[in-house]
């Protein structure tokens, strides 16, 4: 799921299918300030049929900002999310991660559950720099103040959790810039 800028200047949601069956629901794009208050919603029923694209345009309520450096956009369709900000990450009030962690050891790995108490914008956990075997389920997830994201990491190292949580193995877009 992305928002993308249309030819007339606004802006629209594009979901895609690929899966093999159907996908529906309600699409909530919502635009938030970068402590995660809601300041303009719209809400709209969606229906993919198999492997197939939908573009929903938004209001302006939504797809314009006020505040360029402080504002950004969530598309959400049965809990799968999509970001868009405003302005490029140099031009925003991004500013240093602010993140809390738990570790949990299951068969094959580990849970990693990693809290912002910032906004935290496209967070990687780069395993391979301290197992070059092992592998993580997702990457590049963005956070409002207060969510919580959980990977799964495959490796039969034996990991600590300052390990997998250390500046240079738990990355975000952050961290470039405000090293």
């Not at 395993?127 to 039969?156: N, Y």
Request: with cysteine; proline share 7%.
């Amino acid at each position: 799921m992305t928002i993308q800028p249309r030819a007339e200047g606004t802006l629209a949601a594009v979901v895609v299918n690929d899966e093999a069956s159907p996908w529906s629901g309600e699409l909530i794009v919502r635009r938030l300030t970068d402590a995660g208050i809601v300041l303009a919603e719209h809400a709209e029923q969606v229906a993919l049929p198999a492997r197939s694209t939908v573009t929903v345009p938004l209001p302006a309520s939504v797809s314009e900002t006020t505040n360029a450096a402080a504002e950004l956009l969530r598309a959400e369709l049965t809990g799968v999310r999509g970001h868009w900000f405003f302005a490029e990450p140099r031009d925003t009030r991004l500013g240093a991660p602010s993140l809390s962690s738990s570790l949990e050891r299951v068969p094959n790995g580990y849970l990693l559950t990693v809290t912002a108490a910032t906004l935290t914008r496209d967070l990687a956990v780069l395993v391979d720099k301290v197992d070059p075997s092992a592998r993580v389920d997702d990457m590049l997830i963005t956070l409002l103040p207060g969510e919580s994201a959980t990977f799964t990491v495959c490796s039969e190292v034996e990991l600590d959790c300052a390990t997998l949580t250390a500046p240079t193995v738990l990355r975000s877009a952050n961290q470039l810039m405000r090293p």
